[in-house]
């Protein structure tokens, strides 16, 4: 890992020289991203199990699309106040850990805006998966990690599956944020938008259904027009 020193809301510092005896699940996100809120439900899951055995750290980054009611942080106590908000969300087991105004250690561990880490006590990079959401990926690694093992595999490419999990929050995380996120997800990534747009037809499945709905009704679309 590169090196940190971060801020942790309800006090202290998390350093990457001072991690603890335990391993670390190390997550990144902000209320703006729907994958990040996709994850809230799975990532409790996931500290039922290993609590007590990992330590669970949520780093809160620049906002994935910031809206009206939710914007762009403009300085640092903004920033803190955002990761208040996300840490309140996200559920009490996790320390919540705030980046600078730039993001300087976001950017520096990638470009994803909900990956997730396992750590060694020592810092090593045991694990990692693009989105915090993939916990069929994260729950067999952090069983290796719990149990002092390394995991078998080193990381997770997983992108399709946990995207088409997302697809169904983005309505909520308008509602909260402000419209502005609508239009700034048209302009970054119009398909997921599309979709999400689609997905409010499938509003009597359980929320975790509806992207995956809506892209087996788009294929079949598809196939039924290429067949006439």
């Known amino acids: 890992m590169p090196k940190f020193d971060l801020e942790l809301v309800a006090g202290g510092r998390l350093r990457s020289d001072e991690l603890g005896d335990r391993p670390v699940f190390l997550v990144f996100g ?24 990992v330590r669970f750290v949520l780093v809160n980054t620049r906002e994935a699309h910031p809206g009206d009611l939710i914007p762009q942080p403009k300085t640092q106590a903004d920033k803190r ?76 490419r997983k992108l399709v599956r946990p995207l088409l999990k997302a697809i169904g929050y983005l309505p909520g995380v308008v509602r909260v944020g402000g419209r502005k996120i609508e239009r700034d997800v048209w302009r970054a990534v119009a398909p997921f938008a599309v ?14 259904l509806r992207g995956p709905a809506v892209a087996i009704s788009l294929v079949c679309g598809g196939v039924f027009a290429l067949s006439i």
């Open 81 to 156: 106040k955002h990761a208040n908000q996300l840490g309140e969300f996200m559920g009490p087991h996790f320390e919540t850990a705030l980046d600078d105004l730039d993001g300087s250690f976001h950017r520096a561990m990638g470009p994803k805006p909900n990956s997730a880490y396992i750590l060694a006590s020592d810092g090593i990079i045991l694990f990692r998966a693009h989105w915090a959401n993939d916990t069929a990926s994260l729950a067999p690694a952090l069983t290796a990690a719990a149990s002092g093992k390394r995991p078998k595999r080193g990381k997770s």
């Open 195 to 208: 979709m999400s747009h689609l997905s409010r037809l499938f509003f009597f499945l359980p929320i975790d």
């Open 30 to 53: 902000s209320r703006t991203c729907p994958v990040t809120v996709s994850a809230q439900k799975p990532l409790e899951k996931l500290y039922e199990r290993f609590g007590e055995q």
